[in-house]
């Protein structure tokens, strides 16, 4: 797995689907809010400093910010 | 007339809240679960010869709970003895995140519970082009499902209909993975517990409140035995849901082939933008505090108006003496001081509950986070914080959606220090008694020392904030995954109800005490057992026989004041607070005002009232003319005028905060820290000003 990137590598605008998780202590919510593998997101921008990236993911209105800690966490394969 | 109890239970956003308002309308009320504070609410209504009581759990994307509040809908729906377990639970979701939705009705009727299923914001979604396949969906989940939109009212009456609907042949979706069916078969066999993915829950669960000692034992038990991780339960069991969804609800959900740009997209743009966000963002609270002072001005000055002549006509109509002090004194105006906050307290949770229904406060939570965390918070503590600038009881119990321990304990900690309400009363008497009514480059003199007072609150909660963050360990990593619902039109109605239900929570709480406070001071003022009381005339005239009238009845009652059983306390704690600044009366004032900062003010007007005979006076009057025994100059002069506002600005006091922070973080190790920190700096800030400016 350590040749996937994570959602931290993704560039604003940039889209990419999730292929799994860095670790398995991660927070229950994040399969609870549907950031499961196979889910496609684009990564609209981060805050400044390392802040949270926000995230939209495909077919859904709603956004997902998560801190960077978390989106190192989940790999992702980049669609060209 | 049969009775029904019904839960509502859904993910949060999805307008839960809406069709809560829209089944029960006014006939609603918000309590608290017994022996916590997450807000409960309440309401019922009649349809169809039936009676239903609806209870509208928190929002929770499933039946683990990762914060406070989604505890209780675990807590609630296990447990069968719980008073408000229900015989029918509503689902809701959005069309959106119907798989998520669905995710929590299958672990509820797994449960063993009957459900219905209701997708809201079908405007939201027909807008978008999005339909749902109604009767395809209720073959998936073996029941009634409705489509609604509460925001206009939409499938409401269907939605009423529906509740009679008797849901069965529901078969489970969840299938125990065959490596911990012993484990189970264990749970089942030694906790009496019959439902099997309730013997799942038992395990996979962090808590289980609801058992007995025992009983947790035998899961404990159980978990040793076959080396099992709760937090690893949780995932198998979503990600073997998430799986499973996946094919039983192709073809529920239409959406449309050409995906149009949401409007919600690009008002983010802008207002998450890394720097524009913030501009907006602070505009917006500049917006929200001067809000606060100018548009509150006309209803505080008609209410001190109002107050002003009822405390007149009292006075004029009432026999002059101690009672008539008690009732126009510390009475009437101890309310008025509460009731005069009515406007600001109303104009500040207006603001942020149209930031909360618009969606906008998840942006807050966003932008927030990276500059919160460096202080040990959350960007969702920001919440907490700006709710402490009207008061710090709501915004306590506001720091429950904090999700990690440590995080939701520091706030709730330093959250007392933001400027609440009631510290304004005592700010604004002492700031126009002791700072002269200047303008300094143009602005008022007087204001400023206001803002000022503000900022020291922020940044000794920051302060504090920083110091905790140090000296304390957490047990669980701190994360935040927060969901960015799209932008809505505020509710009206939702709006009015939660202002009016923490406006009334505020004077109806505060009203209490300074009520009960100015009567036991009248008590205690009135009654004492020293001889110089009892006696009060004869010593006056053996002492000073040759004393005018006047001066002799002025002479007599301050005597009796200070021989009271009040003035005895005045004056025991007065060595402590004279290096402040303070004389035995302000004593008074400070013991008076640990149940609440704003009875400072109601508490000097009735001392001073008790002490003098002259009732023309107001409060303020009667402070400036006040006379410091101690140092022979005015009671409330520059320095100790600035000692009494740092003392404020610092001290917890506030009964009810305490109260409401023991059964936050259910310890008193951390009350107390808190209660001493807090008056132990206030302390030592209002000596070292007293003592530097006298």
């Not at chain 1, 202590?25 to 400044?48: A, F, R």
């Not at chain 2, 027909?126 to 009634?144: A, C």
């Not at chain 2, 000055?301 to 004029?316: H, K, M, Q, T, V």
Request: include cysteine; charged fraction near 20%.
């Amino acid at each position: 797995m350590s040749q996937h990137k994570s959602i931290n590598q993704l560039q604003n605008g940039e889209t990419a689907t999730i292929v799994g998780y860095l670790s398995d202590e991660i927070p229950i919510k994040i399969y609870e809010m549907g950031l499961l593998p196979g889910v496609t997101l684009t990564k609209k921008q981060q805050l400044p400093f390392n802040g949270p990236v926000y995230l939209r993911i495909q077919d859904n209105p709603n956004a997902i910010a998560l801190r960077k800690s978390e989106a190192d966490l989940i790999l992702i394969e980049s669609i060209l | 007339m049969t009775e029904i109890k019904i839960a509502l239970v859904g993910n949060p956003n999805v307008g839960k809240s809406t069709v809560f308002n829209r089944l029960t309308g006014l006939r609603q009320k918000v309590g608290n679960y017994p022996g916590i504070t997450v807000e409960k609410k309440t309401g019922s209504f009649t349809h169809q010869q039936t009676r239903y009581h609806v209870i509208d759990l928190p929002g929770a994307y499933g039946i683990h709970p990762s914060s406070l509040d989604e505890e209780i809908v675990y807590d609630v729906l296990v447990d069968q003895t719980n008073p408000n377990h229900p015989e029918l639970v509503v689902v809701i979701g959005d069309p959106f995140n119907i798989k998520r939705a669905v995710f929590l009705y299958q672990q509820i009727r797994e449960m063993g519970l009957p459900a219905i299923f209701v997708v809201n914001m079908m405007d939201e979604a027909e807008r978008s082009g999005t339909s749902i396949d109604v009767s395809k969906l209720e073959n998936v989940l073996s029941t009634k499902v409705v489509l609604t939109d509460a925001r206009s009212g939409k499938g409401i009456d269907q939605l009423k209909d529906a509740l009679a609907f008797k849901p069965n042949g529901y078969a489970p979706s969840f299938v125990i993975p065959e490596e911990f069916t012993a484990a189970t078969q264990y749970i089942r066999e030694h906790t009496g517990q019959r439902n099997e993915y309730i013997a799942w829950l038992y395990l996979s669960q962090k808590q289980n409140k609801h058992l007995n000692n025992n009983q947790v034992e035998e899961i404990t038990t159980a978990r040793q035995t076959h080396g099992l991780n709760y937090h690893r339960l949780q995932i198998r069991e979503a990600l073997a849901r998430h799986a499973s969804l996946e094919n039983q609800l192709t073809g529920v959900i239409k959406d449309p082939a050409k995906k149009k740009q949401y409007a919600t997209e690009r008002a983010d743009h802008v207002l998450t933008h890394p720097v524009w966000g913030y501009v907006i963002f602070f505009a917006l609270l500049l917006l929200i505090f001067q809000a606060i002072y100018t548009w509150s001005g006309p209803f505080m000055d008609a209410i001190d108006n109002a107050f002003a002549w009822l405390a007149s006509s009292a006075g004029e109509w009432l026999p002059a003496g101690p009672i008539n002090g008690l009732i126009t004194d510390g009475i009437i105006a101890g309310i008025g001081g509460i009731v005069i906050f009515i406007p600001q307290i109303a104009i500040l949770f207006i603001f942020i509950s149209l930031m909360e229904e618009s969606g906008y406060m998840s942006r807050v939570v966003y932008l927030m986070d990276r500059w919160l965390r460096p202080f040990g918070l959350s960007g969702k503590s920001a919440v907490p914080l700006m709710s402490g600038a009207a008061c710090a009881i709501p915004a306590v119990m506001s720091a429950r959606t904090i999700e990690n321990d440590k995080e939701r304990l520091i706030t709730i900690l330093v959250t007392p220090f933001m400027t609440c309400s009631a510290r304004l009363p005592i700010y604004i008497v002492i700031i126009g008694l002791v700072i002269p009514s200047e303008k300094i480059l143009g602005l008022d003199l007087q204001g400023l020392v206001l803002f000022g007072m503000y900022a020291l609150g922020i940044v000794a909660a920051l302060g504090s904030a920083w110091v905790l963050k140090q000296l304390m360990k957490s047990k669980y990593k701190s994360y935040l995954i927060l969901e960015l619902p799209t932008y809505k039109y505020p509710v009206v109605r939702n709006v009015l109800l939660n202002v009016w239900d923490k406006t009334k929570g505020f004077v109806w709480g505060a009203g209490k005490i300074i009520l009960a406070i100015s009567i036991i001071l009248w008590v205690l003022g009135s009654f004492g057992v020293d001889e110089r009381f009892t006696n009060a005339e004869d010593v006056v005239r053996s002492e000073k026989p040759g004393i005018s009238e006047t001066d002799f009845e002025n002479e007599v009652q301050s005597q009796k004041l200070e021989y009271s059983f009040l003035g005895t306390m005045g004056r025991f704690i007065e060595p402590v607070i004279e290096p402040l600044g303070y004389d035995w009366k302000m004593g008074i004032g400070l013991i008076s005002s640990f149940a609440a900062r704003e009875v400072f003010v109601s508490t000097m007007a009735t001392v001073y009232s008790l002490g003098g005979t002259d009732d023309e006076l107001t409060i303020r009057e009667r402070m400036a003319a006040e006379i410091n025994p101690n140092t022979g100059k005015p009671a409330y002069n520059f320095a100790s005028g600035i000692s009494l506002l740092l003392f404020y600005a610092f001290a917890m006091q506030c009964m009810s905060t305490i109260a409401i922070v023991r059964k936050e973080t259910n310890s008193w190790k951390w009350t107390f820290i808190q209660l001493a920190f807090m008056t132990g700096f206030a302390y030592i800030a209002a000596l070292v000003a007293y003592q530097l400016l006298k």
